[in-house]
């Protein structure tokens, strides 16, 4: 969905998906930026949450009439329905970025 916003095209590549991957764990309740995560990605956690707490914004507050190709692509069950699943509330990603 990034791909769709010129706010997103000044991130770092390697940065954009480290915090694509943070706000997932986050989502799902799988954990948080663990040290081996840290080490392979070069990003400590608090390097990546101003743009975690962007990400969530844009999916919780992106317009649902225009663009819809990539929401309706991952809607879809091949691709886990992942589109579907609800953004965080922005307190509680606040509390989950403060745990890791």
Request: net charge positive; hydrophobic share 40%.
């Amino acid at each position: 969905m990034t791909l769709q916003e010129y706010d997103y095209a000044r991130e770092s590549p390697s940065k954009l998906a480290a915090s694509c991957l943070l706000l997932a764990l986050a989502m799902k309740n799988l954990g948080g930026w663990t040290p081996t995560l840290e080490h392979y990605s070069g990003y400590c956690s608090q390097d990546l949450h101003p743009l975690v707490k962007r990400l969530n914004f844009l999916l919780t507050y992106q317009p649902r009439d225009k663009l819809k190709a990539v929401r309706t692509k991952y809607s879809q069950r091949a691709f886990f329905e992942v589109a579907k699943i609800a953004p965080l509330d922005m307190l509680k990603l606040e509390e989950k970025l403060k745990s890791c």
